[in-house]
């Protein structure tokens, strides 16, 4: 990829539209951490691409002073896919939300995680649909009462990163909206892997939703809600980080070690890069408020992309042509009429 | 002692005749095919003009024996340059009960019948549901009937090879073949020198086919059965190199052609659907010209890869049939509002909904012009011949660019599956096509770069993401007029609407007038569009000949029309318009030009023919 010469600043990715989401809504602060990152990976403008659906998460590129697209409902991996496999040099980035790309889209989602195409694909999981004006959504908490599941829905709730999980997707990652730094890092980390990244970002609808990662965001309770994961590091959280998680057969256990007479190094360790996926699934299942959430990056793996081998494909073929297309016509039974 | 040796020692009577028709039919594990396909190679090398067209059965494999796994081939060979694969049978080939069944009711009064007998057993008949057995029971007194042992005579002469029950089988469709050759005066060179290349790893395969395919030639010349050989001159062909071709195999070769005129790649997004499959195997051959090809996972992700990659600069393609055409149907609105170039391929197949996956049909001709929300005007071209489906992909792609607009192609099974002798075009004397994408220089020392600020033909420029400066935001929102903003605004909507609609309307100026042939004013137009062609040219022809003033026209553009068609349609008394629909060009002639036609819909799931045609003219006409 060609590197930027110009020092870019995160005013230059803003756009002249006004940015038309709701005061308060968790997006602005995606956005603006996002305007952060881009200058930072040494990338040029001109060669960044988003590319969104429908919904409100998918207003994105419109703001983005990049290069955009704005596409139809649950369609942004296919367009990615087709870009990114015409043009390997443009860093490709999908917006969707939680019904965008896993209700109508969860079809392509999927294609485009287990071909491992190089694009970063950012999921704005706010449990709702926003731009509908508040129904359920495929990751709406089991019972949850909407305008159109006035007594509860009875749908079960997706989970994103056991999905993308199951799709094998290379790279996949959690982070909230409201953490600035570590939003940041994630970003950083997807830009520069080399395949299918996935970023599950919890983001609050402050009209249909508010509150629902209050766990995750309030200064307090994030502490025993929240476990934030760190390669080759223990698995430890709460305010004192006196507790853990322990692997109990195949059950993951939270424990307070220390009490319980354990070092840190008894507490089951973070692998990014464990070729089975098998950690990173028990990470998945760990939901609130049986769990502390894993945020970070669940796995990072490294295998051949769906662009780069077909790009690889033509070069070689072209390389290798020895005839004409005049010749291809003349190719197969021919016969003169005089 | 090979046939071409014996020419002059024709022990039989020999009748010439100026074309004919046959088909082959048998299970869809007989072969026919195959046979049909070696019949016709030595029937373009001999010299005739030809045309064919398979009819598979829709299944892979249905029970052997049964009407639904009837295989058939027919061929149309000519000493006059034709243009169908022909309407009645001169002669029929069936190798069992169920391939007499299907296919009977296509042979003409007193065309030549040829039955493997061998298979006419109690339980085959049932099968076919037949209470008697026809070679019995005088039903088939109408026609010259050969019941010929072909099961037996194959076995016979391929005893001497070491093959197993199944090989031997397998080789059945040879005998056939070298008796129909003998029948029509068929060189049998060309088929042994492919049996010997095909099979040239294996020499029991090769000695039996070519063992039984002599052995069938010869059983013709000798059995007291045949009293007559049949001969077909070869015809009068514009001179030059020649292949034979399919509409499918064309059509590929038009895009790769279309790709190396405008110096671009093409991305080829599809999803596997019958008849549109073959687009894609042949189109992932040819990498080394520039073609990229994603087999996606459903046919939305085929038009919105094919879309992105528009969208970074390649030439977007995606192809598939009337279902597949259906899911793409929100993908192409999206096309139509961001202005970006996209060829997509419908070959039509008979609906609704999954219909007749393997019969053509022409019943998507208006959801191709209006099957999407809002006014979402795009061009729509369909091929007329298979070696036309070449120049219909040029044309696309050519239109595509020019205009940044999506384009239909609407091939249809029928034109995608026949096959015709094809003078290989001779590509150095095609025009380039211009393809043009800017750069920072656009925006002439200001800040502001226009991706909806148009030319003089009202199209937009092809900004592509890399391009410092030309950072730009587009998608299915309305756009504002010039900066594509998003807008809500009700004036500028309605601007952008009619300016869309006008864009399309202008490529008019730039396509081929229409062409008629026949008298230029008079008695009868026949209007055909596609595939339907080739009858209707040739039924127009026939009533010509005989002295009636029809004349015939073969709309190539759908949207918009020629600019000389109104003034055509209003230089003849009656129209008549044939389509394999209920009626749906008709609809459209009518609503645009005001002007009373007569429909021939045919929706068989199989072409028109040219004898319907005639038929019809006849009662316009009032002539008996």
Sequence with gaps: ?338 | MLPEERKTTHRKEVSTLDHVVIRLAGDSGDGMQLAGLKFTTASVIFGNDISTFPDFPGEIRAPAGTLAGVSGFQIHFSSNIISTPGDELDALVVMNPAALRVNLADLKPNGILIVNQDTFSAKNLKKAGYNQNPLEDDSLRNFRVYPVSITTLNQTAVESEELTFKQINLTKNFFALGLISWLFDRPLTSTVEWIEEKFKHRPTIINANIKTLKAGYNYGETTELFPIQYHVPPAKMDPGLYKYISGNEALSLGLIAAANLAKKEIFYGAYPITPASDLLHELVKHKEFGIRVFQAEDEIAAIGSAIGASFGGLLGVAGTSGPGFSLMTEALGLAVITELPLVVINVQRAGPSTGMPTKPEQGDLLQALFGRNGESPLPVIAPQTPGDCFETAIEAVRIAMKYMTPVVILSDGFVANTIDPWKIPDISQYEQIEVQHPSKEILKGSERFYPYLRNENLVRPWAIPGTEGLEYRTGGLEKEDKTGGVSYDPLNHEKLVKTRAEKIRRITKDIQIQKVEGPKRGDLLVLSWGSTYGAAYTAAENMRKQGFSVSNANLKYLNPFPQNLEEILQSYEKILIPEMNLGQLQFLIQARYSIKTTGLAKVQGRPIQVREIQNKISTILGVE
């Design chain 1, 1 to 338: 990829m060609k590197k930027s010469e110009q020092v870019l600043a995160p005013k230059d990715f803003a756009t002249d539209l006004d940015v038309r989401w709701c005061p308060g809504c968790g997006d602005y602060s995606i956005l603006a951490n996002i305007k952060k990152t881009l200058p930072t990976l040494d990338i040029p403008k001109e060669n960044i691409v988003f590319i969104s659906g429908i919904g409100c998460s998918s207003r994105f590129p419109y703001y983005m002073n990049t290069y955009g697209m704005n596409t139809i409902h649950g369609r942004a991996p296919t367009f990615a896919t087709g870009l990114k496999c015409s043009r390997p040099d443009l860093s490709v980035w999908v917006i969707t939300g939680d019904g965008d790309g896993l209700s109508i889209g969860g079809n392509h989602l999927m294609h485009a995680m287990r071909r491992n195409v190089d694009i970063k694909i950012l999921l704005f999981n706010n449990q709702i649909y926003g731009l509908t004006k508040g129904q359920y959504s495929p990751t709406s908490i089991f019972g949850k009462r909407t305008k159109s599941s006035p007594t509860g829905s009875l749908d079960y709730a997706v989970n994103p990163i056991s999905w993308a999980l199951g799709a094998e997707a290379s790279f996949i990652a959690r982070t909230v909206y409201s953490y600035g730094d570590h939003m940041r890092e994630v970003l950083r980390r997807a830009a520069d892997h080399k395949g299918t990244a996935f970023i599950e970002i919890y983001q609050n609808c402050l009209i249909f939703n508010d509150g629902t990662f209050k766990y995750a965001t309030d200064k307090e309770l994030r502490y025993d809600n929240i476990l934030e994961l760190k390669h080759g590091e223990p698995m430890v959280f709460g305010r004192d980080r006196e507790k853990g998680i322990f692997l109990h057969g195949l059950t993951p256990k939270v424990i307070k070690y220390k009490e319980a007479g354990f070092t840190e190094y008894d507490l089951l360790i973070h692998d990014e890069y464990a070729t089975e996926p098998t950690l990173a699934f028990f990470l998945s299942r760990m939901r609130h408020p049986h769990f502390p959430e894993p945020v970070g990056v669940f796995r990072a793996i490294q295998k051949e992309t769906y662009d780069g081998m077909l790009e690889q494909s033509m070069r070689e073929a072209i390389e290798a042509r020895t005839k004409s297309f005049q010749e291809l016509l003349h190719e197969g039974e021919t016969w003169t009429v005089t």
